[in-house]
Nanobody
């Protein structure tokens, strides 16, 4: 069973930056696609960014140019660098892992990001 542990959330002023981290247990990190999702109160969970095992990335239009997803396979860790934060980025951010070969997916417990205006 894979466990994902997020960290790095917090309170920041608009225009500021935060970096989220997601550490994965187990030995299959390098073959997993890693994603970040977010969910604001009263809204559906939405996909923010994805990075494939090969390093290809994809971003939601709302955060393009401001957020960067990356991974360090040696540390079993995925990152989300968030710059130029806006109040509308306020949400609980979740780490997500997908193993293509098995179809299994795993979720972290979430980390809260609050951006004040």
């Amino acid at each position: 069973q894979v466990q994902l542990v997020e960290s790095g959330g917090g309170l920041v002023q608009a225009g500021g930056s935060l970096e989220l981290s997601c550490v994965s247990s187990g030995s299959i990190f390098s073959i997993a696609a890693m994603s970040w999702y977010r969910q604001a109160p009263g809204r559906q969970r939405e996909l923010v960014a994805t990075i494939t095992p090969g390093g290809s990335t994809n971003y939601a239009d709302s955060i393009k140019g401001r957020f960067t997803i990356s991974r360090d396979n040696a540390k079993n860790t995925a990152y989300l660098q968030m710059n130029s934060l806006k109040p509308e980025d306020t949400a609980n951010y979740y780490c997500h892992q997908r193993i293509y070969s098995t179809g299994r997916v795993y979720w972290g417990q979430g980390t809260q990001v609050t951006v004040s205006s």
